[in-house]
């Protein structure tokens, strides 16, 4: 089974140990991290969206013209764009970046938050708009004839598209742990994405993606491929990498209002968020969960985005990310809290002995 690696983008030097209070973006910075993660051979880096943070789609191009193989993932909230005005800009940044965009759709996991850019629909609501915009991009792409669109949220006529995908389509990943973000992305999504949560709450949550899938007639050949996200802290020693784990929590708790106000928010506060109110209910059961999975990242910063640690020497790491591979996760998302020293640590001690691993087994399985 393949298994590709995600980063996340960073704008500038700005991080949660050491943030920057309202940093901006620093070019310089932004194509270093990017070719790093280019040149450490990651597959992917997701362009985070908030309501008060910087642009995906100029800063996803930015990454395309400075890197040759990093797929780029536009995080992208229906309500801030008209989806023929999305379909041609995603398809734009796959021709500039010879087919490597990829769009993250996030219905929204907070009233507030979208309220803040003028988005008044409930959730569910939220979710009802989003099956209907993917569902107008596939058509923008794929059909050669000019169509109407006559539905719920959108109607508009004789829209034709000549900005075609380099590979006839985008990949479309869709992010969430409540029952409608299964039933809409198990339904339409190519990709799946979910925050690290222990081995058999991910379970479960594969096989809800999996019976929505199966539930929309979709065949086994043809289901989301799964997405996991960690924050990796590790270190030459088991040793080393839970005294580097504590002394990441300090900073945390110390810097937890700063760094909120000025870092990469991947997600809000968890109100209404049901991936967050999911984590921070199983960080309640204790710090460590199967053999690395550690919690207390998550009820420093409240659960805000991706947040559940994994720690240890790369060999302990490496292992935690096989069993996420065993359970059906193809996708593997690590980012830490150094951000350009974390990524490239990973690229030097946890990608490749995961590929390493993963070669070993196809060569066994073929003998
Ligand atoms: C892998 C992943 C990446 C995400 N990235 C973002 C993001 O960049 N911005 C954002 O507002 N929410 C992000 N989210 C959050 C969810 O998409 C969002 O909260 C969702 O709309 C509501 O989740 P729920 O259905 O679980 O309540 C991400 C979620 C996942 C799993």
Request: proline share 7%.
């Amino acid at each position: 089974m393949p298994v590709e690696f995600i980063s996340l983008t960073f704008p500038n030097a700005s991080t949660e140990l050491n943030p920057i209070a309202n940093a901006p973006i620093d070019p310089e910075y932004l194509v270093r991290y990017a070719r790093n993660l280019d040149d450490y051979a990651f597959n992917y880096t997701l362009v985070p969206y908030d309501s008060s943070y910087f642009d995906p789609f100029t800063t996803g191009a930015t990454i395309a013209a400075a890197t040759k193989n990093l797929k780029i993932i536009i995080a992208l909230r229906p309500n801030t764009l008209y989806p023929t005005v999305a379909a041609k800009a995603l398809a734009t940044l796959d021709q500039l970046s010879s087919g490597r965009a990829v769009v993250h759709f996030i219905a929204g996991g907070s009233d507030a938050d979208q309220a803040r850019e003028g988005d008044f629909l409930n959730k569910e609501q939220r979710y009802a708009r989003l099956e209907e915009y993917i569902r107008i991009l596939r058509r923008a792409w794929e059909s050669a004839d000019p169509f109407d669109w006559n539905g719920e949220y959108y109607q508009f006529k004789g829209f034709s598209n000549k900005v075609r995908p380099v590979n006839g389509t985008i990949p479309v990943s869709v992010g969430g742990s409540s029952d409608d973000a299964y039933r809409i992305g198990g339904a339409l999504a190519d990709i799946f994405g979910l925050w690290g949560e222990p081995l058999k709450e991910t379970k479960e949550q594969i096989d809800r993606i999996y019976a929505a899938a199966a539930a929309a007639g979709r065949p086994e050949s043809d289901r989301p491929r799964i997405w996991v996200t960690f924050r990796p802290i590790i270190a030459e020693t088991e040793e080393l990498a839970w005294e580097k784990a504590h002394r990441t929590l300090d900073a945390l708790k110390a810097n937890r209002a700063p760094a909120q106000s000025s870092g990469p928010a991947a997600a809000p506060p968890p109100v209404q968020n049901v991936g967050s109110q999911r984590l921070l209910d199983i960080a309640a059961r204790g710090e460590v969960q199967d053999r690395a999975l550690w919690y207390p990242t998550v009820t420093a910063t409240n659960a805000r985005g991706a947040s559940t640690a994994l720690v240890g020497s790369p060999k302990t790491i490496k292992e935690s990310i096989l069993d996420y591979v065993d359970l059906g996760a193809e996708l593997i998302s690590i980012r830490g809290y150094d951000n350009l020293n974390d990524a490239i640590d990973y690229g030097r001690y946890v990608l490749p002995p995961v590929r390493e691993a993963l070669k070993e087994r196809e060569a066994h399985y073929k003998a």
